[in-house]
């Protein structure tokens, strides 16, 4: 068990409404990760951070943005939420950097944008 | 880029049955090689990995090998139960990021 919690666990919203969700891990791990997973999609990389303040883009990080201004927070915010973002948002962390690590994931939070 | 191609679903077994479940990858250099699974309305957690060529991987009666000629990682279990159930996803690790398959959902029957 990594620690890993996300709130909200559930929420729906309208199209146009800005969204954010957070990731709070408790092990004070480096690198944290957003996923979404739709049908067919498997999971996806949105945004990574490899420490406090330095994030980067994964594959679908258009209409995503990120913060991390502490260890045990990253935040994913849609800035004006779509259809199209309706999805199961899951955050995980690595416990350290190497071509071996496990990634951890939290229990994800289901997002539905009407 | 990287890749990984693995068997679509759904399967659907018989208690006890045999278990295969293909998984190829595609990728430069000698990534390790993961399988996770998720238990319904649950996040993924990591059944077994493998971080060199011929390495088997094992957990819970679950087994994969890596596989360099072929480049693949599949996963077998002898004797599958019902608490099997879940959708399992085969992924490799690049550069601190992991790439996942799309994921093979696998029912069980009594």
């Known amino acids: 068990d990594a620690g890993i919690t996300q709130s909200p666990r559930h929420k729906v919203t309208e199209t146009g409404t800005p969204v954010t969700l957070r990731c709070h891990q408790t092990e004070n791990h480096r690198y944290m990760y957003w996923y979404r997973q739709d049908p067919g999609h498997g999971l996806r990389l949105i945004h990574y951070?490899?420490?406090?303040?330095?994030?980067d883009k994964g594959e679908v990080s258009d209409g995503y943005s990120v913060s991390r201004s502490k260890t045990e927070d990253f935040l994913l915010t849609l800035e004006s939420a779509t259809s199209s973002q309706t999805s199961v948002y899951f955050c995980a962390i690595t416990p350290e950097r190497g071509a071996t690590d496990t990634q951890y994931f939290g229990p994800g939070t289901r997002l539905t944008v009407l | 880029g990287d890749s990984v191609t693995q068997m679509e679903g759904p399967v659907t077994l018989s208690e006890e049955a045999f278990l295969t479940i293909n998984c190829t990858y595609t990728?430069?250099?000698?990534?390790?090689l993961f399988w996770y699974v998720q238990y319904p309305g649950e996040g993924l957690q990591l059944l077994l990995k493998a971080t060199k060529a011929d390495d088997k991987g094992s957990n819970k009666g679950f087994e994969a090998t890596y596989r360099k000629e072929t480049t693949s990682f599949h996963l077998e279990k002898g004797s599958v139960q019902v608490s099997d159930s879940a959708v399992y996803f085969c992924a490799l690790n690049r550069d601190d990021k992991i790439i996942f398959g799309k994921g093979t959902r696998l029912h069980i029957l009594p």
């Open positions: 951070s490899y420490g406090v303040k330095d994030t």
């Open positions: 990728a430069t250099g000698y990534p390790s």
